[in-house]
C-alpha cells in the first residue's frame, strides 16, 4: 500500500514493485494523478482517490484493501506530504495546521489503519516518509519541521513497540528529490527571501539532484535488507553527518553560504527563463 502515489517518489516506487509482480494498493487525493500511474501499471493494482487528512477513509481504505488482497500485506508506505514556507512571526495557522494534518495525522492515520493487520499476520513493515527537515531546522519551515521531526519520532517510538512482533517501522529521510512537491505548496516566503511560489519551485528543481527514481531504488533496497533509518541522496547524507557532529550549530556553517546560495539560483533562475523564451 503506498499513498501520494500520484507522482514522485510514490509513483515511482510503485512502478518499480510493480515491474517485480507486486499487487498494489494506491492512493492519492490528486484523482488524475493517481489515474495516470494506474495506467502505468502493468499487475494487479487497487486504487482510491483519498485525502490522508480523513482518519475514517483511511480505516475504510483497510478494509478494502484487506477485501481486496487477503494474502499477507508486504508494506505500508505512508509517502504523502506537503509543504508550506513561510515565517512563524506571521504564520497563516490554517497553512501550517493544513501541513500537520496531512504531514503527521495522515501517517499516523495510514499506521493505525494498517497495523492491526500486520501485527496479526506477524509480518509485513512500516515505511514513514520523513525528510532531510526532519534531521536538521530551517528558516521559514517551521511547520514542516515539525511535521517531519514528529513523523521520525512516531516511526522510531514504533518500531521499539513492535519490538518481537514481526513487523518492522523504517523512517525514510529523503533530500532534494525532483518531484512536484513545491507546485502544490502554500508559499508566502523563503529562506533566501523569495516571495514569488514560481521561483521558489524552480529553486528546488535546481537542487534536487536526485530522481524519483533512484529514491525508489533506494526505499527498496533499504527495506529489503532491514534498514530503521533510509537517507536518500548524498545531500541527505552529508545532513546527517552535519547534524550528528555538531548538533545545535549545524547552521553556523550553513548560514554563511546563504548568500552565494542567492546570487548562484537566482542567476540559474533567469538563465532557464532566458533560454525558454528564446
Not at 28 to 52: F, M, Y
Not at 110 to 123: C, M
Request: proline letters at 5%; hydrophobic letters at 45%; a positive charge.
Amino acid at each position: 500500500m503506498i499513498s501520494g502515489a500520484g507522482s514522485g517518489i510514490g509513483r515511482a516506487l510503485a512502478l518499480r514493485l510493480s515491474a517485480i509482480g507486486c499487487p498494489l494498493a494506491l492512493t492519492d487525493w490528486n484523482a488524475a494523478g493517481l489515474a495516470e500511474t494506474v495506467a502505468l501499471i502493468p499487475g494487479a493494482c487497487l486504487s482510491r482517490s483519498l485525502d490522508v487528512r480523513d482518519r475514517a477513509a483511511q480505516f475504510d481504505w483497510a478494509r478494502q484493501v484487506g477485501e481486496w488482497a487477503p494474502a499477507p500485506l508486504a508494506a505500508v508506505v505512508n509517502n504523502a506530504g506537503v509543504v508550506v514556507s513561510q515565517h512563524a512571526v506571521d504564520a497563516i495557522h490554517e497553512d501550517d495546521k493544513w501541513l500537520m494534518d496531512i504531514n503527521f495525522w495522515g501517517v499516523v492515520h495510514g499506521t493505525q489503519a494498517f497495523l492491526p493487520r500486520l501485527v496479526q499476520q506477524r509480518s509485513g513493515v512500516v515505511v514513514n516518509v520523513s525528510s532531510l527537515l526532519g534531521l536538521i531546522a530551517f528558516p521559514t519551515q517551521t511547520a514542516y519541521c515539525a511535521s517531519k521531526f514528529a513523523v521520525r519520532g512516531y516511526t522510531e517510538a514504533l518500531r521499539h513497540e513492535l519490538h518481537g512482533t514481526g513487523v518492522h517501522a523504517v523512517v525514510v529521510h529523503p533530500g532534494g528529490i525532483d518531484t512536484p512537491i513545491t507546485r502544490s505548496g502554500r508559499v508566502r516566503v523563503d529562506a533566501l527571501g523569495n516571495t514569488d511560489p514560481e521561483l521558489f519551485h524552480r529553486n528546488f528543481s535546481a537542487i534536487a539532484r536526485t530522481s524519483p527514481e533512484q529514491a525508489a531504488e533506494t526505499i527498496h533496497t533499504g527495506v529489503e535488507r532491514g534498514r530503521s533509518r533510509i537517507l536518500i541522496g548524498a545531500d541527505a547524507h552529508l545532513i546527517h553527518l552535519l547534524a550528528t557532529a555538531l548538533p545545535t550549530h549545524y547552521f553556523d556553517l550553513i548560514r554563511p553560504a546563504m548568500p552565494l546560495a542567492r546570487r548562484i539560483l537566482n542567476t540559474s533562475s533567469l538563465g532557464r527563463r532566458d533560454r525558454t523564451t528564446t
